[in-house]
């Protein structure tokens, strides 16, 4: 049997108000098409629905028991069709985003406040994952939307670049390289050095130059920024991190300064499943990341200029 949403509203209309004029006018049809629709709707189902004289409409039996299932289907379609037309005008909906816990500590609460703002209705949700878990959720389809220092397989990932960040040293506040405008790697020789977690991207982008680096290693392999700052608070060394987690490190007794050398940037990614659609909510956050990169581009277009004449 395929019923059609028609003659379960042709039903419903004549079940509503008794009289097929009626129900007709209010499908926009015409009382002899209306009639037939109903003829139509017993055929399939295969029962009188309705019992029907020159004065009145009546359910039968078996239509007392469809009308219940006809009324739970329109109530379901109409609920539908208004979820759908909210999040397409975005009162509701959801944005699901995963990034590593350097960004999701200051810097992209900052924007999600911003979109929230705009979009009080749409549900922000995010996962704080290193870098590894943030493209396995984004493969999985648990997250909308990932924000990374991993671009991924671009045969999984539409990846768009938004920003380069640098390095920066964290020392204790009473070391000599607190004091200093930045640090060289030259500086850091024979240093005793404390390492992030190599499945985290912080790792992974600073693995060549630790690895060449002249430091001592420590022993100690930490997951979380803020044990990394207790660390170096207490004395067991120092340690490098991007710019974006600097406020994470920081506490008292704790100084960060900027690293100058070659390949201590990064590049922050935002990335989607390629060949999936984004949902109307999530698609707007996605573009407003995008803007937000284009305006302060165009921001810093004119300083460079002036550097460069």
Not at 48 to 57: A, W
Not at 86 to 105: D, E, F, M, T, W
Not at 123 to 142: I, N, P, Q, T
Not at 229 to 236: D, E, I, K, M, N
Request: overall charge positive; glycine content about 8%; aromatic content about 6%.
């Amino acid at each position: 049997m395929n019923l059609s949403g028609r003659l379960v509203d042709a039903f419903i209309a004549l079940e509503e108000t008794r009289r097929f004029s009626l129900a007709a006018e209010r499908c926009n049809i015409s009382a002899p098409a209306f009639s037939q629709m109903i003829t139509r709707l017993e055929t399939q189902v295969g029962v009188r629905l309705f019992d029907r004289d020159t004065r009145k409409v009546t359910l039968t039996a078996e239509g007392e028991v469809f009308a219940q299932g006809a009324r739970r289907i329109a109530a379901e379609m109409r609920a539908t069709l208004a979820e759908v037309q909210g999040r397409v005008g975005l009162s509701s909906g959801r944005v699901q985003i995963a990034a590593p816990p350097s960004l999701s500590s200051w810097w992209l609460p900052r924007r999600m406040a911003r979109f929230r703002a705009d979009h009080p209705g749409i549900a922000l949700r995010l996962a704080d994952v290193v870098s590894d878990r943030c493209l396995d959720m984004l493969r999985s389809g648990e997250v909308d939307i990932g924000i990374n220092a991993q671009s991924g397989n671009p045969l999984e990932f539409d990846a768009v670049r938004l920003f380069q960040e640098g390095s920066w040293v964290v020392c204790p506040s009473d070391d000599a390289l607190a004091g200093q405008s930045h640090v060289t790697l030259r500086q850091l020789r024979h240093r005793k050095f404390i390492q992030t977690a190599r499945s985290g991207s912080v790792y992974q982008y600073l693995r060549h130059l630790v690895e060449h680096a002249d430091f001592e290693d420590t022993g100690l392999e930490v997951t979380h920024l803020s044990t990394l700052g207790g660390l170096v608070r207490a004395g067991f060394g120092v340690s490098i991190v991007p710019e974006h987690a600097v406020g994470i490190c920081l506490q008292k007794g704790v100084t960060a300064v900027p690293l100058q050398a070659e390949g201590t940037t990064r590049s922050i990614y935002l990335i989607r499943r390629r060949g999936h659609s984004l949902s109307s909510a999530a698609d707007v956050f996605w573009q407003m990341l995008l803007g937000e990169r284009d305006a302060d581009r165009a921001a810093t277009a004119p300083a460079r200029k002036r550097r460069a004449s």
